[in-house]
């Protein structure tokens, strides 16, 4: 007899800047489910790569690279921290450097063959809300819902562009737009677990809609879905 879930597993997948986090971030506070935010565990290795001289088109030495990585997130106070072999990277892996390696590094087989497993281990149980590119088609091709969010270029740049001024990097709004539109398409095109909205995920445009108003709808497929399986348990 098969196990007892604690909760279902959602999937949300989309381009850089739809919105993704901070919606993963508050459904899973609602819900009170684990949000695994699949981008930061690309981040932090990329972070980690970034610190060593590998050679990018040496894939034996890329996959004996990851046969010893261990990337974990941890909720601290309500705040996810990020580690990669044992080190905390979380104030490193949002930077403008840090974004371009990791669209690199992520399209790597044995990169994400090595993620692919922590994610799924992260999510067997349910209960988590986990986002990334690949969510809904790869790591959990049958999730119990799945979302693909999106917005139109600009409204995703300029989210990113307020993003990093908060931090206080110097960019512009022009190349911040750019560079999401250049890695998004880098996500779309790889060869491998490429960015793709997945043929039974409920489309969603954040682009004119309110952050709550996207987490609202989204909470209602949930308790819908949820209200579901118990009726047939
Ligand atoms: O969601 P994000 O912008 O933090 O993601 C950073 C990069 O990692 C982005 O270029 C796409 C990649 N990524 C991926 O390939 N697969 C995932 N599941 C999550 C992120």
Redo the contacts with the bound molecule.
Sequence with gaps: MSQKKRGLVIAIDGP?GAG??TIAHLLAKRLGYLQI???????AVAVLISRTALDLADLDAVQRFCADLNVRLETVAGCQKVFANGQEVTSQIRTAEV?VM??RI?ALKPV?DALLLAQREMGRDGGVVL?????GTV?FPDADLKFFLTASPEVRGKRRYDEMIARGEQVTLRETIEAAVQ?DA??TQRDI?P?KQADDAIAIDSSDIGIEDVVDRMEAFVREKTAQRESYS
């Design positions: 850089s993704k986090s935010d699949t981008g930061a565990m690309y981040r974004s990791t669209s992520s994400r986002e990334g590119r690949d969510i790591v890695r880098q996500d677990a960015l």
